[in-house]
């Protein structure tokens, strides 16, 4: 018993792997805002849509819900400090 004892003590210290979206632009709508276009990847290809931008916005972002109002976004996924939300083009 006590020869398993280490095992679990650094199974339990393994860090997970965070995974960040491929982000580019400075801003989706505007400069500085801090949403941002999404590119595509193994993970964020089955979310893009020839009809819609594919955009992440900051999980602790004050005007969220105004962004997802204004804009028509629908929340797709959520990712490790990002919400990932379909934007249709107009």
Not at 23 to 42: I, K, M, P, T
Not at 50 to 66: K, R
Request: aromatic fraction near 10%; charge should be negative.
């Amino acid at each position: 018993m006590l020869r398993l004892m280490p095992v679990v003590f650094l199974a339990a210290c393994t860090v997970a792997p965070t995974y960040t979206p491929p982000l580019f632009g400075d801003g989706y709508r505007a400069d500085g805002d801090q949403c941002r276009r999404v590119g595509e990847d193994d993970f964020t290809n089955q979310f893009l849509d020839d009809a819609a931008d594919l955009v992440a916005c900051p999980v602790d972002m004050e005007n969220i819900g105004v962004f997802a109002l204004d804009t028509g976004a629908s929340a797709v996924a959520q990712v490790p400090g990002y919400i990932l939300y379909s934007v249709p083009r107009r």
